[in-house]
């Protein structure tokens, strides 16, 4: 198959709190890309007027968390006329923000916990056990679950650290899963199973105890009505390209959007690498295929 761009930059680091993820994330990708036959320039970026190198013709976004997945990198590179991967700036804007991504899954009755947004000083209505999360971090930076009372204002506070609105959700007891999408196809069904229960950032990059399954043992059925839903939720938030859709399900079986990945991990640890890999496309063939997916 034809290439349709040559010479391509990987943006990387970033300067959120996710830089180090993202550092290994761009490594990654470039030496993909390379594999694939691509000229690959790598891009540090340090700042929000990052400049991209004469020459370039398409860009591989792989910059998490804030600016890189808010729609900061994307608005720079409509602007500078080059072709990029992944969301575009609005829908990144909205899938990055946890409580614009509530809203609108709501309006199209695709299944979210029961949630409420607080501020410092605001009574909660909720009951234990809750999730307490930053609306605008990835990498799950400032969240916790909290089961004790005792638990409650040490949580809360740390999440305080990284946003002035809190989104706190009621915890879904049950399992974890995540559905990956690339260029239009909807990838196997990985289970995430933590040694903690709790798929944080340590759990994420630092330990080698996470398992993942994939393909996840499910029934038929189930991996059809979360894939489904993951394509809807895809689709509703207007991404493209390419995303990772994160679930819980509970002992009863319900289903569980928590929220949509628009420029999921390439590091070792990573999810749709392995997801993608099920499906016989090998990490070099991934890249190949984002890349052909950019677009302005």
Known sequence: MKKKFDHVAVLKGGFSSEREVSLKSGMAVAAGLREAGYLVTEVDVTGP???IPEGIEAVFIALHGTFGEDGGAQARLEAL?????????????ISFDKLLTETALRETDIPVPESETLRAGQPRSLSLPLVVKPPRQGSSVGCH?????????????DALQYDQEILVQQYIPGREFTVGIVDGTVLPVVEIVTGGGWYDYIAKYEVDTTRY?????LDAEKVAEMQAMALRTFETLGARGFGRVDFRMSPDGDLFVLELN??????????????AGAAGIDFPSLCDRIIQTASL
């Not at 006329?81 to 804007?93: F, H, L, T």
């Not at 399954?213 to 043992?217: I, S």
């Open 49 to 51: 007027d990052f400049t």
């Open 81 to 93: 006329g080059i072709p990029y991967v992944g969301a575009e700036a609005e829908s990144s804007r």
């Open 145 to 157: 679950i909290v089961f004790e009372e005792s638990e409650w204002d040490a949580a809360f506070a």
């Open 213 to 217: 399954v994939v393909p996840a043992e």
């Open 262 to 275: 628009t420029i999921p991990g390439f590091t070792s640890h990573s999810l749709l690498p392995k997801a």
